[in-house]
């Protein structure tokens, strides 16, 4: 399983982003897919999932109403679209796919199985 993150950059506060993880080698459609990121100096941290059907959805608190996860099953891709961007939003940004077809949505790290390799977001003040 492959797992190809991008869109990060750099963004002044305010700004959008928007990342996509395209993934290859398993049934796409059959897993639940995650977001997690770490800031400089912080563990890896939980910021949204999507049920592999896509009509769960799961974000962490500080970016709820300025996140949106979702995914194209047709495309075997995974998005977040990032609006409001805060510098506290600085982070390197990981796609992730759970470990069991078609379970329960969940946010915890152990429960995914496959990993990009990070794309950085920087957002300036």
């Known amino acids: 399983v492959q797992l190809q993150a991008s869109g990060g950059g750099l963004v002044q506060a305010g700004g959008s982003l928007r990342l996509s993880c395209a993934a290859s080698g398993r049934t796409f459609d059959s897993y639940n897919m995650g977001w997690f990121r770490r800031a400089p100096g912080k563990e890896r941290e939980f910021v949204a999932a999507v049920s592999w059907g896509g009509a769960t959805r799961y974000y962490t608190d500080s970016v709820k109403g300025r996140f949106t996860i979702s995914r194209s099953n047709a495309e075997n891709t995974v998005y977040l679209q990032m609006d409001s961007l805060k510098p506290e939003d600085t982070a390197v940004y990981y796609c992730?796919?759970?470990?069991?077809?078609?379970?329960?949505?969940?946010?915890?790290?152990?429960?995914?199985?496959?990993w990009g390799q990070g794309t950085l977001v920087t957002v300036s003040s």
């Open positions: 992730a796919q759970s470990r069991v077809v078609r379970g329960t949505v969940l946010t915890t790290e152990t429960m995914y199985r496959y």
